[in-house]
């Protein structure tokens, strides 16, 4: 069904909102997606702070062309979803590479990180990143260790003590 006049200005609207802001997104063939397929992946995007949409091509050029976004957008054909992340690109990414790996669709075409265009495999490499929270921690337990060797050097320090006055004790005590 064709689209009014309005409707194609809404859309476009919104495109150039998606793009604006200095957002990373991901752009992913979704010629053989169904429903149950995009509504799993929304689902998994959302709770990784990011959200899917598949677009008009012909728009989507259009409003990549009036906010400055890299030239490779005028590149897309077929049919053509976007990937938004609100934040930190590590979870969708892996949201998107779980889908990719469980049905061996959404192929990434490419994506565009930090205003820079990274290839459809800088992207899967960004799935195998470890999230914020996991380097974080990991972080912390470094931190801890050399205090952990610590404490247990010195428990056993006065282990062996208690142990050696225990035995003087014993031998004078006979």
């Known amino acids: 069904m064709a689209k009014t006049k309005e ?6 609207k919104q495109y ?5 802001n200095g957002r990373n997104y991901f752009v992913v063939d979704t010629d053989r997606v169904g429903m149950t397929q995009i509504t799993e992946l929304k ?8 959200t899917f949409h ?6 989507f050029k259009i409003a990549a062309q009036e906010t400055d976004q890299p030239t490779k957008l005028q590149e897309i054909e077929d ?5 938004v992340c609100e934040e930190e ?13 469980a049905y061996e669709i ?15 495999e800088k992207v899967d490499q960004l799935a195998d990143i470890s999230s914020r929270e996991e ?3 990991k972080l912390v337990g470094t931190m801890n260790a050399p205090l952990v060797g610590f404490m247990s050097t010195s428990r056993g320090n006065a282990r062996q003590f208690v142990s050696t006055l225990s035995e003087i004790q014993k031998t004078r005590s006979e």
Do not use: H
């Open 7 to 12: 409707q194609k200005n809404a859309m476009l």
């Open 16 to 20: 150039k909102d998606l793009l604006s």
């Open 43 to 50: 689902k998994d995007l959302k709770e990784s702070g990011a």
């Open 54 to 59: 598949v677009v008009k091509n012909t728009l």
């Open 79 to 83: 049919a053509t979803g976007i990937v």
């Open 89 to 101: 690109p590590i979870g969708p990414a892996k949201a998107l590479k779980k889908l990719q790996k």
């Open 106 to 120: 959404l192929k990434t075409k490419f994506g565009v990180l930090f205003g820079e265009i990274a290839e459809a």
């Open 135 to 137: 380097l974080l921690a």
